[in-house]
């Protein structure tokens, strides 16, 4: 990785440890759909250091707050079935890698872009929490997308944040979730042999920039308002998606 190229990977890692602890999450789904954007790192490369990064951000997090409040059961049930299909996803994107780079670059992009209509969309709290099977469903949608690209969160995060739950209880299962399906993925990444090449691995620097950055964005939230940052993080991932996905089908379809 040239200077360059590591100066910029440490500005989006920035960007997304900001986003993430302001909006709750986004943080894989910025650094994948940037990354890819501008071309900086083959796609599984850039899944795994996006996977290490995200670790240390959901161990901050849950260092801050606590493990008090993690609903075990619920856990229980998002682990029991997003962590088998993470293994699916995940070499299922060392098969796409080989043979169908610009299919994966669309795939890509329609879940940026379908994550990103999540902040659009207001959330209505359900009168009665939803059934367990519910939980494992969600958890089979994140564990193929977090095996993918590592960004199992906004299933999770669309599902969670309907519940009738205290808002901690909810972010800290789901910070406990985004940490088991990490260590679990960089398991997968460091048994396969497909560990990121040493010019790579120089975006472990990026660590220090994430926790700063989550330190950050506690200590000193912009000057927005929550409908107005929503809205400027949708922009954002609906156009990375676009920008995206659409060259990459056109080239599928010849034209």
Do not use: C
């Amino acid at each position: 990785m040239s200077l360059g190229a590591l100066a910029a990977f440490l500005f989006i890692a920035g960007v997304a440890a900001y986003v993430q602890t302001i909006t709750g999450f986004a943080f894989g789904l910025v650094m994948m759909g940037l990354i890819a954007l501008v071309g900086l790192l083959p796609l599984p490369d850039a899944a795994a250091m996006v996977g290490l990064l995200t670790l240390v951000n959901a161990t901050q997090m849950m260092l801050h707050g606590g493990r008090h409040h993690v609903a075990r059961h619920l856990l229980r049930l998002v682990l029991s079935a997003s962590l088998p299909t993470l293994v699916i996803g995940y070499f299922l994107l060392e098969w796409l890698a080989d043979t169908r780079a610009d299919a994966l670059k669309v795939v890509l992009g329609i879940i940026i872009m379908a994550s990103s209509l999540q902040l659009a969309v207001q959330r209505k709290a359900l009168p009665r929490q939803s059934s367990d099977a519910s939980f494992v469903g969600f958890g089979i949608i994140s564990g193929v997308m977090g095996g993918l690209f590592s960004t199992g969160g906004p299933p999770l995060v669309y599902h969670f944040y309907r519940q009738p739950m205290p808002t901690a209880k909810i972010r800290e299962t789901l910070v406990a979730a985004f940490g088991a399906a990490q260590v679990v993925r960089l398991s997968l990444v460091a048994l396969s042999g497909n560990i990121p090449p040493p010019s790579t691995l120089a975006g472990v620097a990026a660590v220090p920039v994430v926790m700063g950055m989550t330190y950050a964005a506690r200590r000193w939230p912009p000057p927005l308002s929550a409908a107005a940052l929503k809205v400027v993080v949708f922009v954002l991932l609906f156009l990375s998606g676009v920008s995206l996905a659409l060259p990459a089908a056109l080239r599928l379809l010849g034209v």
